[in-house]
């Protein structure tokens, strides 16, 4: 349950965090991006976020690989859920050795590190959406909801000119949710009828 929860909290802390910073730095939700509250004066309040719900994610993880409602697939979306936690804290890291690793081509260890979220936060709800459907079809029916509005709004904010870029990754990243916050949900269910069986024993 202690993971379901943390999930849950976790899971919308960059939301929070990203109004939080957004009015604080006069953020326009429309043309600015989380990355551009990253690299501002503020951007301690997005570190913040960032490293909750890296937390959440390896928690999601923990919870996921205990549950293990599938094969191959389920064990191969906890992986893309703990690569996931990874490059969340490295993102909220990345100014710190930004120097260090840094293309000729003048390409930021933040632009590397966040073409990974594309392929990760696609496969993982793909690959678990067979074993949610164990626990009930609106599981695996968000997740698969997931997956394709991330990468069609993912894939569009790429493209986008940077009047309009920012509310796009937005779109996006609430995607993200209809993985998330149904996993700890699922999560927290499996915990309360393990503790109702616990106490009716």
Known sequence: ???????????LAPLVTA?????????????????DLARGPHK??????FYIHASALVCLAIAAAHAH?????WSAGIFCLALLALV???????????NSWEAADSVTVHTKLSVLLGPL????????????ARAGPVYA????????IWIVFATLFKMAPTGYDGILEKVAIVATLLWTVPMSRLILARGWLALARQREG
């Open 69 to 73: 409602l599938g094969r191959a697939a």
């Open 141 to 148: 029916g968000l997740f698969v909801v997931s997956a394709v």
């Open 44 to 49: 301690m309040i997005m570190d913040v976020g």
């Open 88 to 98: 969340v804290s490295l993102l909220g890291l990345y100014d710190d050795f930004h």
């Open 1 to 11: 349950m202690f993971c379901g929860l943390v999930g849950l909290a976790g899971s």
């Open 121 to 132: 936060y696609l496969a993982g709800p793909l690959l678990m959406a067979p074993g949610a």
């Open 19 to 35: 109004v939080w910073a957004g009015i604080v730095a006069e953020h326009d939700l429309v043309a600015d991006t989380l990355s």
